[in-house]
């Protein structure tokens, strides 16, 4: 539980993954509430991406246990999946189905009611704007339409949990929008919303809190307040982002060039 | 950026420096890409390199023998005056070299400016335009062109020593053949765009990858029927005479063989004069392809498609009957939702996929050679010298009343090695979707096994059925037939299956390219020597007691025991056995 009593949606603790010699997430531990958007931040290559497949169920840790909505992700994993719904950095798509086949594909896996499915689809079309093209083959999607179908598939449970791999690469300014409100009418409705990007002005005005990863190793959880107090006195974000994450000193190197 | 440097990469004379770069560019991606191989794709290519003069010794040889043949009095006899084919033969090749680097290059081409995603950066650097397209059309050219080389070098060669010809006629050779290449490349590339600007080039790609596998195929496949001690007289001089057609003094593509006979032969003035209109002809069109491809890729004509596809109308949902609605819920009660979304996706999938069909319309092709060749066979067992002892004649017989059964099968053979092998892999980097869902093992394993087996069992089936009818077999051969192939598909879908699961690949474009590893040669050795194994369980019984005048029925019953019983074992352990290397599938 949270200071407020919401209880945690996504729990990990030591969350570990070797791929060979190479560590890529080491004794990663955090907790995102329900109610709440969680910002993961990271350089590129920190193991932002590894943590999150492991959340969602497409990697097994080496060690360490995730829980998602209470469901153990490596014992009961069918439960914890059917809690989330996860959007890919790529939204790798089957593309010779249109857009409304592969949410009906998604709503039957996920074992909707058939009234319901062809409701939510209608639903989430018009929602993302995908109408016109619902009945297009997805390879035809240019690659924001394809990103708001991704989403929309994993919307059509209406999941507890939301992940979110750099969700707004892509989109025209309207479709981040949008998506940014969506996320915060989840999250105001009881849902957990986790999402990774490297657009720190989203992560900044969205997320309720903020974990930063770097090495595979989380350096630092908090709200923004609490990332001020860790830092050197900087106060947005990208400062403190640098400063946590060395690389700050690029920021003298541009200034020598000047 | 300095004018200097802008004028210099814009001048004429520069512009082979250029396109020597981009070529030594592909040499270097090519030199990199071998050296960082593994050493299995090292050796690969050393192999592939030694087959190449493998097939120059072999084009060497068939030259001369062809040459020999041409020359024998034997052959005068058989189609006439071969003074009039011999002088065909240059028009013949050159004429072939064209054609066959139309088509090819237009393959090349459609990958090279539309597919391999580079023209972007290549045209965004300070690199003359032109320097690109004639890069990307020799690209397009250089192996076609050495294989054409390869083949029709030799014969030239061979024919020039033979007739006398004189010593120029040599170097034009190989200078004629260059620039119909040229020729055809260049018409290659306004082919190609014309065609790009109607339909999406990934779809003309597949299309086209379609086309040449099902050709071919249907090409390798009609020997089968055909029976060269057969041909008379009259037919060979029929075939001889269509190729002096293509002699004719009014086709552009005999002028240029005709001049390389005239030159060889010291007709120079017919000679140099249909020499210098080929050289006219070929660079002309050359050019004119050149500029004008140019011109219409970078004014981005041929990137805007005209849409030839009329616009869905948005279906109204019709009102569900209450019988309909009835029979849609029991189908929902008896079959789990996630199930049957796979097996209908799947389904879509590689009907809409015609990449795939290629892979699937081959067994078909293969399954009516066969069975046009049994039923040519009346079901009678080859008699060779007819030394065999009545008695294994006799067994061959009783095993011929089944050959409709063994055709049924290779084709099921066949299908399940793309269906059941490659049931996951074709998930390729879509797998994600399965992964994150709530699906059980049990569940995606049962629906990647009706994907395999239904549509093959219903083809089988289907052929069975056919080759039965057309046989007039008892009714009874044929339903003991029908279990016997339902059951051994059931053991060879989950053996393929299984192997599927162990070399799963997902890291593809290309579904052609879907099959990765050991696991493909594996699970064909496996399969092939089950339906030996089970084909011996369900038909041994059955020929052996027949044949020693036992019942048939009971045999039978015997057989369908044993195969049966095997065929199950293997439907089922093997997947049992690697049921937990699927919820770590997609992680490598």
């Known amino acids: 539980m949270n200071d407020t009593g919401n209880p945690p949606l996504i729990e990990t603790k030591n969350l570990v993954k070797h791929f060979g010699d190479k560590i890529a997430v080491n004794n990663v531990s955090f907790e995102v509430y329900e109610g709440e958007i969680f910002g993961f931040l990271g350089p590129n290559g920190a193991g932002k991406t590894t943590t999150i497949k492991m959340i969602v169920g497409l990697l097994q840790p080496t060690s360490g246990t995730v829980k998602?909505?209470?469901?153990?992700?490596?014992?009961?994993?069918?439960?914890?999946?059917?809690?989330?719904?996860?959007?890919?950095?790529?939204?790798?798509?089957?593309?010779?189905?249109?857009?409304?086949?592969?949410?009906?594909?998604?709503?039957?896996?996920?074992?909707?009611?058939?009234?319901?499915?062809?409701?939510?689809?209608?639903?989430?079309?018009?929602?993302?704007?995908?109408?016109?093209?619902?009945?297009?083959?997805?390879?035809?999607?240019?690659?924001?339409?394809?990103?708001?179908?991704?989403?929309?598939?994993?919307?059509?449970?209406?999941?507890?949990?939301?992940v979110l791999d750099e969700p707004t690469v892509g989109l025209d300014p309207r479709s981040a929008?949008?998506?940014?409100?969506?996320?915060?009418?989840?999250?105001?409705?009881?849902?957990?919303?986790?999402?990774?990007?490297?657009?720190?002005?989203?992560?900044?005005?969205?997320?309720?809190?903020?974990?930063?990863?770097?090495?595979?190793?989380?350096?630092?959880?908090?709200?923004?307040?609490?990332?001020?107090?860790?830092?050197?006195?900087?106060?947005?974000?990208?400062?403190?982002?640098?400063?946590?994450?060395?690389?700050?000193?690029?920021?003298?190197?541009?200034?020598?060039?000047? | 950026m300095t004018d200097a440097f802008l004028a210099d990469a814009q001048s004429v004379g520069n512009l082979w420096h250029y396109v020597g770069k981009l070529l030594r560019l592909r040499w270097v991606i090519f030199y990199s890409g071998f050296r960082r191989a593994k050493l299995r794709g090292k050796i690969g290519t050393i192999v592939l390199g030694?087959?190449?003069?493998?097939?120059?010794?072999?084009?060497?040889?068939?030259s001369f023998l062809l040459l020999r043949l041409l020359r024998s009095p034997g052959l005068e006899q058989f189609i006439g005056d071969t003074g009039l084919l011999l002088a065909g033969v240059p028009v013949l090749i050159v004429s072939a070299a064209f054609v066959g680097i139309l088509l090819t290059s237009f393959g090349v081409l459609l990958q090279a400016l539309y597919l391999a995603g580079d023209m972007d950066f290549l045209l965004s650097a300070p690199v003359p335009l032109r320097a690109i397209f004639i890069a990307k059309l020799l690209q397009a050219i250089l192996p076609n062109f050495s294989l054409i080389l390869l083949f029709g070098l030799p014969v030239l060669y061979g024919l020039g020593a033979s007739e006398g010809y004189n010593v120029l006629y040599y170097p034009l050779v190989l200078l004629v053949l260059a620039l119909l290449a040229l020729a055809a490349a260049g018409l290659a590339s306004l082919l190609v765009m014309a065609v790009v600007r109607v339909f999406p080039a990934r779809?003309?790609?597949?299309?086209?990858?379609?086309?040449?596998?099902?050709?071919?195929?249907?090409?390798?496949?009609?020997?089968?029927?055909?029976?060269?001690?057969?041909?008379?007289?009259?037919?060979?001089?029929?075939?001889?005479?269509?190729?002096?057609?293509?002699?004719?003094?009014?086709?552009?593509?005999?002028?240029?063989?005709?001049?390389?006979?005239?030159?060889?032969?010291?007709?120079?003035?017919?000679?140099?004069?249909?020499?210098?209109?080929?050289?006219?002809?070929?660079?002309?069109?050359?050019?004119?392809?050149?500029?004008?491809?140019e011109r219409l890729y970078y004014?981005?004509?041929?990137?805007?498609?005209?849409?030839?596809?009329?616009?869905?109308?948005?279906?109204?949902?019709?009102?569900?009957?209450?019988?309909?609605?009835?029979?849609?819920?029991?189908?929902?009660?008896?079959?789990?939702?996630?199930?049957?979304?796979?097996?209908?996706?799947?389904?879509?999938?590689?009907?809409?996929?015609?990449?795939?069909?290629?892979?699937?319309?081959?067994?078909?092709?293969?399954?009516?050679?066969?069975?046009?060749?049994?039923?040519r066979s009346g079901g009678q067992p080859p008699a060779g010298r007819g030394e065999a002892p009545p008695a294994v004649m006799e067994l061959m017989k009783n095993l011929m009343v089944y050959g409709n059964v063994g055709i049924s099968l290779f084709v099921s053979w066949l299908l399940l090695s793309r269906l059941a092998m490659m049931g996951f892999s074709q998930e390729g980097k879509n797998y994600w979707l399965l992964k994150t869902a709530p699906v059980s093992t049990a569940t995606l394993l049962s629906a990647k096994y009706l994907v395999a087996y239904l549509p093959t069992l219903v083809l089988s089936w289907g052929f069975l059925v056919a080759i039965s009818l057309v046989q007039r077999a008892s009714l009874g051969t044929l339903a003991f037939s029908l279990v016997v192939v339902a059951l051994t598909i059931a053991g060879t879908a989950g053996l393929n299956l299984t192997f599927g699961v162990v070399g799963a690949n997902f890291d593809w474009e290309d579904p052609r390219r879907i099959s990765q590893g050991s696991a493909g040669c594996l699970s064909a050795l496996a399969s092939m020597v089950f339906l030996v194994?089970?084909?011996?369980?369900?038909?041994?019984?059955?020929?052996?007691?027949?044949?020693?005048?036992?019942?048939?029925?009971?045999?039978?019953?015997?057989?369908?025991?044993?195969?049966?019983?095997?065929?199950?074992?293997?439907?089922?352990?093997p997947l049992w056995l690697v049921r937990r290397r699927v919820s770590r599938l997609g992680e490598a």
């Open chain 1, 68 to 162: 998602v909505a209470g469901y153990d992700v490596q014992t009961q994993p069918l439960l914890a999946k059917a809690s989330n719904g996860y959007v890919p950095d790529t939204p790798n798509l089957y593309p010779k189905l249109s857009g409304r086949e592969l949410l009906r594909f998604v709503g039957d896996l996920y074992e909707l009611d058939h009234q319901r499915v062809e409701r939510r689809i209608d639903e989430l079309l018009n929602l993302f704007d995908l109408d016109q093209a619902g009945d297009d083959p997805i390879d035809s999607y240019s690659h924001g339409m394809q990103q708001k179908t991704a989403l929309a598939a994993a919307l059509m449970h209406d999941p507890r949990v939301l």
């Open chain 1, 177 to 258: 929008r949008m998506i940014k409100d969506m996320l915060r009418q989840m999250a105001n409705r009881g849902a957990a919303v986790f999402l990774s990007t490297h657009i720190l002005e989203i992560a900044e005005r969205m997320c309720d809190r903020i974990g930063i990863i770097d090495k595979g190793e989380l350096i630092a959880v908090g709200t923004m307040a609490e990332l001020r107090s860790l830092g050197k006195g900087e106060t947005s974000l990208e400062d403190i982002f640098l400063s946590l994450t060395g690389g700050a000193e690029y920021a003298e190197i541009a200034e020598v060039l000047r």
């Open chain 2, 50 to 62: 030694l087959l190449v003069l493998g097939g120059l010794a072999f084009a060497f040889t068939l």
């Open chain 2, 203 to 293: 779809r003309v790609a597949e299309v086209l990858g379609f086309l040449v596998a099902i050709l071919s195929f249907t090409c390798s496949q009609s020997g089968q029927f055909v029976r060269f001690s057969n041909i008379s007289n009259d037919q060979a001089t029929r075939a001889f005479t269509l190729l002096n057609h293509l002699n004719s003094p009014w086709s552009p593509l005999a002028w240029s063989g005709r001049s390389l006979v005239d030159i060889g032969e010291g007709r120079w003035l017919s000679g140099i004069g249909l020499l210098l209109l080929t050289l006219v002809l070929t660079g002309g069109v050359f050019a004119l392809s050149l500029a004008t491809a």
């Open chain 2, 299 to 375: 004014s981005g004509w041929a990137r805007v498609q005209v849409s030839t596809r009329k616009k869905r109308a948005i279906h109204t949902r019709r009102p569900v009957a209450a019988q309909d609605r009835e029979l849609t819920a029991a189908v929902n009660r008896a079959i789990p939702s996630a199930l049957r979304a796979i097996v209908v996706k799947d389904f879509l999938m590689l009907r809409r996929d015609i990449r795939n069909m290629s892979q699937l319309v081959t067994p078909i092709i293969m399954g009516i050679v066969y069975a046009l060749l049994l039923i």
């Open chain 2, 533 to 573: 194994i089970s084909l011996g369980l369900f038909f041994g019984p059955a020929v052996l007691i027949k044949s020693l005048g036992g019942s048939e029925a009971f045999s039978q019953l015997i057989g369908l025991a044993l195969g049966g019983a095997a065929s199950l074992a293997c439907a089922f352990i």
